[in-house]
């Protein structure tokens, strides 16, 4: 069986990242991590939520989404119980 080579349009592949829609898939993605994140943490009063959701920009001008820690109990979560690893399964849908 041959090989064959297979060359990517950056510009095309970029132009598709930066997609509004792509965009707003992805946000929608992240946002349902930090919700299954957010639910797993103890209920005790606590005012904000110890995971968040940003749409972001890396330092050559793309759009990323992140979600991350806000708080010190979400890092002390994710650091004991991989909380933010245990949610990815709520983006794959």
Not at 47 to 53: A, S, V
Not at 56 to 64: I, L, R
Request: charged share 25%.
């Amino acid at each position: 069986m041959g090989s064959a080579k297979v060359k990517l349009d950056m510009r095309g592949v970029r132009d598709i990242l930066n997609d509004y829609d792509v965009i707003e898939w992805v946000t929608d993605k992240g946002e349902a991590i930090a919700e299954a994140a957010n639910a797993m943490a103890p209920e005790h009063g606590y005012y904000t939520e110890p995971f968040e959701c940003a749409e972001s920009t890396t330092s050559k001008g793309n759009t990323c989404v992140v979600v991350y820690t806000r708080t010190e109990l979400g890092m002390a979560m994710q650091a004991k119980h991989g909380t933010l690893t245990k949610a990815i399964d709520a983006g794959r849908g």
